[in-house]
């Protein structure tokens, strides 16, 4: 289905975090040594989105209409001794901040501009600089701070940043206090750090910022179908797109989870 598990890990791991680095906001409700999970998206996902849209032919929410779907299965199959809790992350409420969950979990690595080494160049200054040129204070403000700040992301070892978090799965009831946390992910040269952040914060759309290297496998990222869809803002745009590939299809599939 196009969808990844993370590793499992605890609500206490990612409350803490959350109490470090945002005062404790968007908290997961649960004991300290429940166990949770997160689901992601990867290339590919366009397709589950597309047939899921030629069976139910929403008119809005297509990407969370096919996520939805696949989680309510999900829920009938989790036992309920476990008292599970799945959410869509992308619709909320409850809202979490999936790059804490990403980065507690040790699925992917998280960069920000001060943990990288300065080796004696301005690199950091240079790019505030240029973002502070670059952003519009009509949509930023005119705040010096917020003109300049450049922001963190999360890549993972195999995808770059080509994946999306759609899900979290929270088991309160299936608690693992013995379960050892990972150590952060820390896999990028800091060369390819820097190019990140750059395009990252400069030109978030082209989606240059997702490839890990200059020489990221293909296959390994959205196609550029999925590139085009998923950076689309227009809903009509993507309404109509789901249409003209539904219209090529000779019957209508069947989901590709099986109905319990």
């Known amino acids: 289905m196009h969808l990844q598990s993370s590793r499992p890990f605890l609500i206490g791991w990612y409350n803490q975090q959350r109490e470090i680095t945002a005062d404790g906001t968007q908290r997961i409700e649960g004991p300290d040594d429940g166990v949770a999970y997160a689901v992601y998206s990867v290339p590919g996902y366009l397709d589950v989105v597309i047939e899921h849209f030629a069976r ?6 297509f990407v969370d209409g096919a996520t939805d779907a696949i989680l309510a299965q999900l829920r009938q199959a989790l036992p309920a001794e476990l008292e599970p809790q799945v959410v869509n992350t992308d619709e909320g409420p409850p809202y979490y901040h999936v790059q804490t969950i990403g980065n507690v979990c040790a699925e992917d690595e998280h960069i920000e501009a001060k943990d990288i ?3 004696g ?3 950091e200054e240079d790019l505030s600089d240029r973002l502070e040129e670059t952003r519009d204070p009509k949509m930023w403000g005119s705040e010096s701070e917020m003109l300049r700040k450049i922001f963190g992301v999360n890549v993972h070892p195999t995808w770059g940043g080509w994946y999306a978090y759609r899900a979290l799965i929270v088991l309160r009831k299936g608690t693992q206090a013995s379960l050892q946390k990972p150590e952060p992910m820390a ?5 390819d750090k820097k190019r990140i952040l750059a395009e ?3 030109r978030h759309q082209l989606c240059v910022w997702r490839d890990l290297s200059d020489s990221h496998p293909p296959e390994k990222r959205y196609s550029p179908e999925e590139y085009f869809f998923f950076t689309e ?3 009509d745009k ?3 797109f789901l249409e003209m ?12 989870w099986p109905s319990l």
């Open 200 to 202: 990252y914060n400069l």
């Open 187 to 191: 896999f990028l040269a800091t060369e």
């Open 245 to 256: 590939k539904a219209s090529l299809m000779t019957a209508v599939p069947a989901p590709r």
């Open 238 to 240: 993507r309404r109509r």
């Open 56 to 61: 139910e032919r929403p008119s809005t929410g």
């Open 121 to 123: 160049d301005d690199w």
């Open 117 to 119: 080494a300065n080796d």
């Open 233 to 235: 803002t227009s809903p």
